[in-house]
């Protein structure tokens, strides 16, 4: 076989994996750097191999306790926006009503606006009301964008579902709560999980519209960008390489779980 053939029986592989090591490339940045001491302000340059930032991660004044409020409001805007979510995602497959092609569009209008205009309608928003803005200001607009990911995550799995599972639970004489906990939410579950991830990701990233409601409160993106105004200290690199390594670890475990589920599933048969 030829250098040639070879390219081209591979070629899907070897863009794949190219792709691949260009989106983890900033990974990989962040990782190194956050073993750098720097001499100066700005952590953009190597000097020298230290781990003076993973021994003191919380070093720098008002890092962590962003960080623990980013997290705070991720939580709680996920679980909103689930359940939430899940619900409008049931209700729009599974029931006729009134306006119901409207909803469907308007569920993708979080998606598809600017994020710089739904902070600044937002922020008009609270502001006739007479909110005063800080958590929950941001947990109302961070549940508000969220659930529109949970939708089309859960919507795109309900519809997917085979309705005859169902009927035959039923069948079977199990009740509605009984169907829904042993058949429905299970198949389901996929979906659901797709969608809160999402949202999770989204609520602790978000800067935008964050910080257009946010008033005096300052959250993990928001520090990172005032710290970069004025110096970027390499705990802010500690921080990322750990998020990105517990993201990792999660992806691994959900895999082996998936895989050990199958395998249970095929001795079974």
Same mark, same amino acid.
């Not at 623990?68 to 029931?95: D, E, H, K, N, P």
């Not at 609270?126 to 607009?141: C, P, V, Y």
């Not at 795109?156 to 009927?167: G, H, I, K, N, T």
């Given at each position: 076989?030829?250098?040639?053939?070879?390219?081209? @029986?591979r070629?899907?592989?070897?863009?794949?994996?190219? +792709? $691949?090591a260009?989106?983890?490339?900033?990974?990989?940045?962040v990782?190194?750097? @956050?073993?750098n001491n720097?001499?100066?302000?700005?952590?953009?340059?190597w000097?020298?191999?230290?781990?003076?930032?993973?021994?003191d991660?919380? *070093?720098?004044?008002?890092?962590?306790g962003?960080?623990?409020?980013?997290?705070?409001i991720?939580?709680?805007?996920?679980?909103?926006?689930?359940l939430?979510?899940?619900?409008?995602?049931?209700? $729009?497959? !599974?029931?006729?009503?009134r306006?119901? *092609?409207?909803?469907?569009?308007?569920?993708?209008?979080?998606?598809?606006?600017?994020?710089?205009?739904?902070?600044?309608?937002?922020?008009t928003?609270?502001?006739?009301?007479?909110?005063?803005?800080?958590?929950?200001?941001?947990?109302?607009?961070?549940v508000m964008?969220?659930?529109?990911?949970?939708?089309?995550?859960?919507?795109? =799995?309900?519809?997917?579902? &085979?309705?005859r599972?169902?009927?035959?639970?039923?069948?079977?004489?199990?009740g509605?709560?009984?169907?829904?906990? !042993?058949?429905?939410?299970?198949?389901?579950?996929?979906?659901?999980?797709?969608?809160?991830l999402?949202?999770?990701?989204?609520?602790? &990233? &978000?800067?935008?519209?964050?910080?257009f409601?946010?008033?005096?409160?300052? +959250?993990?993106?928001?520090f990172?960008w005032?710290?970069?105004? =004025?110096g970027?200290?390499?705990?802010?690199?500690?921080?990322?390489?750990?998020?990105?390594?517990?993201?990792?670890?999660?992806?691994?475990?959900?895999?082996?779980?998936?895989?050990? @589920?199958?395998?249970? &599933?095929?001795?079974?048969?």
């Amino acid at each position: 076989m030829t250098f040639v053939n070879w390219l081209k @029986s591979r070629l899907v592989v070897i863009a794949g994996l190219l +792709t $691949l090591a260009y989106l983890l490339l900033p990974n990989v940045v962040v990782t190194v750097f @956050s073993f750098n001491n720097p001499k100066g302000r700005f952590n953009y340059q190597w000097q020298e191999f230290s781990t003076d930032a993973w021994r003191d991660p919380c *070093g720098v004044a008002g890092l962590c306790g962003s960080l623990a409020l980013s997290l705070q409001i991720a939580l709680w805007a996920t679980l909103g926006a689930t359940l939430l979510g899940t619900l409008i995602a049931f209700a $729009l497959v !599974r029931y006729r009503f009134r306006a119901r *092609g409207a909803v469907n569009s308007l569920i993708f209008l979080p998606m598809a606006m600017p994020e710089v205009v739904m902070a600044a309608s937002l922020l008009t928003l609270f502001l006739n009301m007479g909110a005063q803005l800080g958590f929950w200001t941001i947990l109302i607009a961070h549940v508000m964008f969220c659930l529109s990911f949970v939708v089309v995550a859960v919507k795109a =799995r309900v519809m997917s579902m &085979d309705p005859r599972l169902e009927q035959a639970a039923q069948d079977l004489y199990a009740g509605p709560f009984q169907t829904f906990w !042993r058949v429905t939410l299970p198949i389901a579950a996929p979906g659901i999980a797709a969608g809160a991830l999402l949202a999770f990701a989204l609520s602790f &990233d &978000d800067f935008i519209i964050t910080n257009f409601n946010a008033g005096s409160t300052v +959250t993990f993106p928001m520090f990172v960008w005032g710290s970069a105004q =004025r110096g970027t200290p390499v705990q802010i690199n500690v921080i990322g390489t750990a998020m990105f390594v517990v993201a990792v670890l999660l992806v691994l475990v959900s895999m082996a779980f998936t895989q050990h @589920s199958k395998r249970r &599933d095929r001795q079974k048969a």
